[in-house]
C-alpha cells in the first residue's frame, strides 16, 4: 500500500490522478465551499481525449461558493505551464494549496461560470480558505481490490474560514474536512460508482465519515470511519438507503438506520453523473449533518456527457 508522504509531490502516471479536496459548511448553516486541485483530472474531456499520456497537462481547481441566492462555481482546465508543486505546496495558475503546521492554506483566483438558472456573466472570485485541525491524518486507504486507487482522510476534523468580498458579509467561519485520491487508471475502470459523506452532529462531536463503492468486478467497498480529530477507528455500517433522484437522475444513497432516517436538506449541485448535497441522516443512532455526494462512473464514461463537460470546465492552454 502506497504511504500517505509526499505531500503535493506524489508522482502521477500516465493514465492516474490525483485530488485533492476540502470542504466546509458555516456554523449557521447557510453556507458552504467545496475546493479540489486535480492533477491529472479525472473529470476532464481533455485528458481522456488525449489518451491520458500527461497527466500533468490536465490539471484544474475547482472551487464552488454556495450562498443563500447566489452560488458561484469555477473549474478551469489549464496545461503544465501553469503547473508547479512541492511536497507542502501545490499552485495551478494563480490558485493554490500549501500545507505548513497543521493547517491548509487555500488561495483561489478564478473565473465563477453563470450558475444554472442564474443571470448572470462569468465572474471573477477571489480570496482565501485556512483550514485547522488538531491532527493530521497519514493513513492510506485502498478502494478498490487491485490497488489502483487509494483514499485518505488527511484532516476528518476540522475548522475553516474564508475570506471572499463576492460572499454577504465577505466571509464566514464553520466546520472543515479535507482528504485526498489518487489512482493509476481512470476511476470509470474500476467503479460503477460511489456515494461518499461526512459529517458530525454538533461542533464537538466526532466526525463521521462514509465511502460506499460499487466495483466493476463486482464487488463493493465500504468504510465506515469516526474520529475525534486524532484516530480513525472503525464503526459499524448501516444498510444503504436511497435518497430522492435528482433533475439528471443520478441514482444516490447513503448508509443510515432506516429508511425514514435520510433527508436532503440542500441539494448543491446535481449533473448528468455527479451530485453533491447536504444531508441529515442518522447512523448508530446519530443524527448526523453531512456533505454527501454520489459519483456514478457508468455516466462519466457516457461520450455524449464527455461533450456537454466542456461547457462547463473550459481549457486554456496557459496560466
Known amino acids: 500500500m502506497p504511504a500517505g508522504g509526499q505531500g503535493f509531490a506524489r508522482p502521477v502516471p500516465p493514465g492516474g490522478y490525483h485530488w485533492w479536496y476540502a470542504d466546509a ?3 449557521c448553516g447557510r453556507f458552504a465551499f467545496t475546493v479540489i486541485a486535480f492533477v491529472g483530472s479525472v473529470f476532464s474531456p481533455y485528458y481522456h481525449w488525449s489518451g491520458r499520456r500527461r497527466p500533468e497537462n490536465h490539471i484544474a481547481f475547482n472551487i464552488a461558493l ?8 469555477a473549474m478551469t482546465e489549464r496545461s503544465v505551464t501553469s503547473l508547479t508543486r512541492n511536497a507542502k505546496r ?21 473565473t465563477a461560470l453563470p450558475w444554472p438558472g442564474q443571470r448572470a456573466w462569468p465572474t471573477p472570485i477571489s480570496g482565501s480558505i485556512d483550514i485547522m485541525s488538531e491532527g493530521v491524518c497519514g493513513e492510506v ?7 489502483h486507487h487509494f483514499w485518505s482522510p488527511r484532516m476528518a476534523k476540522a475548522s475553516a474560514s474564508i475570506a471572499c468580498s463576492a460572499l454577504p458579509g465577505g466571509g464566514w467561519r464553520g466546520r472543515a474536512y479535507h482528504d485526498l485520491n489518487f489512482g493509476d487508471r481512470p476511476v470509470e475502470e474500476d467503479f460503477i460508482g460511489w456515494d461518499w459523506a461526512r ?3 454538533s461542533h464537538d462531536d466526532d466526525t463521521v ?10 464487488g463493493r467497498k465500504r468504510l465506515a470511519l469516526q474520529t475525534g480529530g486524532h484516530e480513525l477507528r472503525r ?11 435528482g433533475f439528471w437522475g443520478v441514482r444516490c444513497g447513503v448508509p443510515c438506520d432506516d429508511d425514514r432516517s435520510a433527508v436532503i436538506t440542500r441539494r448543491l449541485e446535481d449533473s448528468p453523473f455527479y451530485t453533491r448535497s447536504i444531508v441529515e441522516t442518522v447512523v448508530n443512532g446519530r443524527t448526523l449533518h453531512m456533505v454527501h455526494e454520489t459519483l456514478d462512473c457508468v455516466r462519466l464514461g457516457n461520450p455524449l456527457v464527455r461533450l456537454m463537460l466542456p461547457f462547463r470546465m473550459p481549457r486554456r492552454p496557459g496560466r
Open 235 to 245: 464503526i459499524g455500517m448501516p444498510h444503504r438507503r436511497n435518497l430522492p433522484r
Open 66 to 73: 454556495y450562498a443563500p441566492g447566489r452560488n458561484f462555481w
Open 199 to 201: 459529517g458530525s452532529g
Open 209 to 218: 465519515i462514509l465511502y460506499d463503492a460499487l466495483l466493476r468486478g463486482g
Open 25 to 27: 459548511i458555516s456554523d
Open 90 to 110: 501545490l499552485t495551478i495558475g494563480d490558485s493554490s494549496m500549501e500545507m505548513a503546521d497543521g493547517r491548509l492554506s487555500i488561495r483561489f483566483n478564478e
Open 141 to 147: 486507504f485502498p478502494l478498490d481490490e487491485t490497488g
